[in-house]
């Protein structure tokens, strides 16, 4: 299944993707079943009420899936398909050939950094250049590098602590990806990660969710960023230093994952700070990220 959230007639509801083409709203499969709506009010109870859910919408769509009236994908404005997780947790340096692009050694644990949730956009929406206070007396200006990097994100569909990387799978809901957008000047002032990824705008992510039973194998998957149309980054997800299931054993060990949380799992070469030579990206910009099996995510840079 693929799930997403969507802005129709005004109103924001959750709903399935059917065909590539047509969406069947939640809360209407929730109505034509007769069950409690208050599971589908938002995508935050949804994910709560996932493990309840799923052989639920499983059975109704084999059978009954043409009795509740679907709506084009292209009448809706699609949303970020997480509106409101209570963490986004990301991986530096988890690609071989990103560690290998910037002269860095591949860290022997998982390198752990959070992105603020209100960073969260969706997919058509505009990353915004902000400006910024060199000095606190200055007037602030416009970052200097604004860089891309495409990421396969984790969705956790159940509470999840010490788990181990045998369990792991059980916890994910699906995938989705993440643009994790970054001020490259102010990471590197900084000597942190959570301001310069942290910015409004500065995590794209979606276009929709696609559920771990799709994806049986999310360590084999093309994953590519094109900027105007130019391949920027191009690689697989094998390709990552630990895999999805080391990274969740990983962090569930110290912070408790709940429903809809958004782990990103790393970038692959090719991000612009590294390139000969540097490539920051510019007003106007169009960004489309893929990944295998999920889809596109494209934002316009403002």
Not at 19 to 31: F, P, V, Y
Not at 48 to 73: D, G
Not at 244 to 270: K, N, R, W
């Amino acid at each position: 299944m693929k799930f997403l959230n969507y802005r129709y007639n005004g109103f924001i509801n959750c709903g399935i993707l059917l065909n590539s083409d047509q969406i069947l709203g939640l809360k209407e499969i929730i109505t034509f079943l007769g069950i409690d709506l208050s599971l589908v009010e938002n995508d935050t109870a949804f994910f709560n009420n996932y493990a309840e859910l799923k052989p639920v919408l499983e059975k109704f769509l084999e059978k009954n899936a043409n009795k509740v009236e679907s709506i084009p994908l292209s009448k809706v404005k699609i949303l970020s398909p997480v509106l409101h997780p209570s963490k986004i947790i990301c991986l530096g340096l988890n690609y071989r050939d990103h560690a290998e692009e910037t002269g860095t050694k591949l860290p022997k644990l998982p390198m752990l950094f959070s992105k603020a949730p209100s960073a969260i956009i969706g997919h058509e929406d505009s990353i915004q250049i902000p400006k910024v206070r060199k000095k606190i007396d200055k007037a602030p200006k416009p970052i200097q590098f604004l860089d891309y990097e495409v990421e396969l994100a984790v969705i956790i569909g159940t509470i999840c602590k010490n788990v181990t990387k045998e369990e792991a799978h059980k916890y994910i809901l699906g995938y989705t990806i993440l643009n994790d957008v970054s001020a490259r000047m102010e990471q590197m002032a900084d000597k942190q990660f959570f301001r310069s990824k942290s910015f409004d705008t500065f995590a794209p992510l979606g276009p929709w969710i696609v559920t771990a039973d799709e994806i049986t194998d999310p360590m084999n998957l093309k994953i590519q960023c094109r900027v105007n149309g130019k391949i920027m980054q191009d690689s697989n997800t094998k390709n990552m230093n630990f895999n999805v299931y080391e990274i969740i054993s990983f962090i569930s060990e110290a912070i408790t994952l709940l429903p809809g949380d958004v782990i990103g799992t790393g970038t692959p070469a090719g991000v612009g700070v590294a390139r000969k030579p540097p490539s920051s990206l510019k007003s106007g910009d169009t960004i489309e990220m893929f990944i295998e099996k999920i889809g596109t995510l494209r934002n316009r840079v403002l």
